[in-house]
C-alpha cells in the first residue's frame, strides 16, 4: 500500500519570502519609520531617547517591545526596542529596514573589559568579535563585523560636544549573559577554565563585552545600510563595579545628536 508520502507535494524547502513587518506593523501603518533609528535593547530606554524630542509619536509593541518617531534639532528619527539578545537585533533590524530605515545606531549597555574604562562612561565599538553565533548563520565566520566610519565619526563628534568621557575601540559580542562571558550561572554551573575568555580578550585589547553588536554592524553591511554601536558602561569586569553613573540618559543624548551630524552631512 502505498504511504502518503508518495502523493504528497514535496514541502518547499524556503517559505516564501515576506517583505512586510510584523513586530513594527503599527509603524508600519503609520507610515514607517525615519531613515535613522536608535535601537536599545530595553523597552524602557525608548521612552528616556524620546523624552526631549517634539512631535513624538509612541508606539506600544507586541512582547513587551516599544518604539516612538519624532524630531530632535528638527533631525527625523526614530527609537526601537531590541530586547535581549542577537536572534531579536536580527528580527527587529530587518522590519525596520522594511520600515524604511538606512541608517541603524545600537544605543546599549556594557561591561568593560579595561579598569580605566569606567561606570558611565560611553564606549563606540567601531567593530565588534563575532561570538554572537545569529551572524554566522549568514556569512563565514571572518566576515568583519564593521561599523560605517561615517556613524562612528558622528558619534566621536557627538560625544565631544557633549563633553562626556568617551573610548573607541573593538568590542566583543557574546550569545550568553552568563557562561558566554566567563560568568557562572548561578543555577549551578560554572565552565571549565572560567576566566581564560577575558584574559584573552584583554590580551586583544577589546574594550567590551556585549550581546548584539556584532549581529547589527554584520547584518547591516550585508544589507547595504549604514549602522554603529555606542555604549554606556554598567559593569567594569576588572574592578567589580555595578551601575550606570547617569550614563544611560548621556548615551541616549549622544546618539540623537549623532544623528543630527549624519543628517546634515558634516561627518
Known sequence: MPSPADHDPPLPLVEADRA????????????????????????????????????????????????????????????????????SMEFLLTEAILCGADT???????????????????????????????????????????ASHEVTAALIAACQEHGVRYHVGTGATSASFFVGQDRANPAG?????????????????????????????????????????????IANRVTGAWGDEGGIERVCEVAATAVTYLNDGSS
Open 189 to 233: 554551573y560554572a565552565p571549565p577554565g572560567r576566566g581564560a575568555l577575558l584574559e584573552e580578550l584583554r590580551a586583544a585589547r577589546v574594550l567590551n563585552l556585549e550581546m548584539e553588536g556584532a549581529t547589527l554592524l554584520t547584518l547591516a553591511r550585508l544589507f547595504g545600510i549604514r549602522a554603529g554601536v555606542i555604549s554606556t558602561v
Open 104 to 146: 541603524a545606531i545600537r544605543v546599549g549597555t556594557t561591561g568593560s573589559l579595561r579598569e580605566d574604562v569606567c561606570n558611565g562612561d560611553l564606549v563606540i565599538n567601531d567593530a565588534c568579535v563575532r561570538m554572537d553565533g545569529s551572524s554566522d548563520a549568514y556569512v563565514r565566520p571572518g566576515f568583519p563585523a564593521a
Open 20 to 87: 512586510d513587518p510584523l513586530l513594527l506593523r503599527p509603524v508600519a501603518d503609520a507610515g514607517g519609520l525615519p531613515r535613522h533609528v536608535l535601537l536599545p535593547g530595553d523597552p524602557d530606554r525608548v521612552e528616556v531617547m524620546a523624552s526631549p524630542w517634539s512631535d513624538v509619536t509612541r508606539f506600544p509593541l507586541v512582547r513587551g517591545l516599544q518604539a516612538a518617531t519624532g524630531r530632535y534639532r528638527g533631525q527625523a528619527l526614530a527609537a526601537v526596542s531590541t530586547g535581549m539578545g542577537a536572534p
